[in-house]
């Protein structure tokens, strides 16, 4: 848990390295007392990364995932220091595979889901990308649900393919990371999942709030329920 937080706190105040952003907001809740979900930063030179990501399980395993995790991009981005989405995403792979197979303690379908944006402090360049999630782009009341073809972490297959794209935002436009927790919580009476099309309603409902406030939609969309992940 403390080596949790700490990775967290890193990573609390991110208009300090990623100067376009004009507000932000963090929803955090964990299963369980340790959570299988993080979000972190990282900086190379003149570059910063923002990361949000899933790994498998929540409680006690999945926490154990999100270290590893952490200290494999924090090898890739910052000790490495690779360059390009596409080609951290590759490493990623490779350091999983090659560290995985000899715990014994994790299975052979512990993965990672990931979306991350790169920020170039020079050129002001802003590119994302994601494996096995999918971003939010609000624009002029029109949200655009981002997403990417690329290989899973932790796959051996002939054939890996990674892609990323260049962002553009303007003034008042939104960019929503967001794991599945959110989407598959189940609610109400019938115990209905959120899903994207819920959440994707309620963000453009909310999209003029100057503060979203992602804890009081799960709450309702939880009611007495169950939480069922990170």
Not at 14 to 31: A, Q, R
């Amino acid at each position: 848990q403390t080596l949790q937080k700490n990775i967290l706190k890193h990573s609390a105040n991110l208009k300090d390295e990623f100067t376009f952003i004009s507000k932000s907001s963090v929803f955090y809740e964990p299963k369980d007392i340790v959570s299988g979900d993080f979000y972190a930063t990282f900086k190379a030179g003149d570059i910063s990364y923002l990361i949000v990501a899933d790994c498998t399980g929540h409680g006690v395993p999945g926490a154990l995932m999100t270290i590893f995790s952490y200290s494999i991009l924090k090898k890739v981005i910052e000790e490495e220091k690779i360059a390009g989405l596409t080609n951290i995403l590759q490493r990623v792979n490779e350091l999983f595979l090659m560290n995985l197979k000899k715990k014994k303690e994790f299975l052979g379908n512990d993965g990672m889901a990931i979306s991350i944006l790169s920020f170039n402090t020079v050129t002001k360049k802003i590119r994302i990308t994601a494996v096995q999630q999918s971003l939010f782009f609000v624009s002029a009341m029109e949200l655009k649900e981002l997403k990417f073809k690329c290989s899973p972490i932790n796959t051996v297959i002939d054939n890996y393919n990674y892609e990323e794209v260049e962002l553009f935002p303007q003034t008042g436009d939104r960019l929503i990371f967001y794991t599945d927790g959110i989407i598959d919580q189940k609610g109400g009476e019938r115990k209905s999942r959120l899903m994207k099309s819920g959440f994707k309603e309620w963000i453009i409902k909310n999209n003029d709030a100057a503060t979203v406030n992602y804890q009081k939609k799960f709450d309702e969309c939880k009611g007495p329920n169950d939480q069922i992940d990170d």
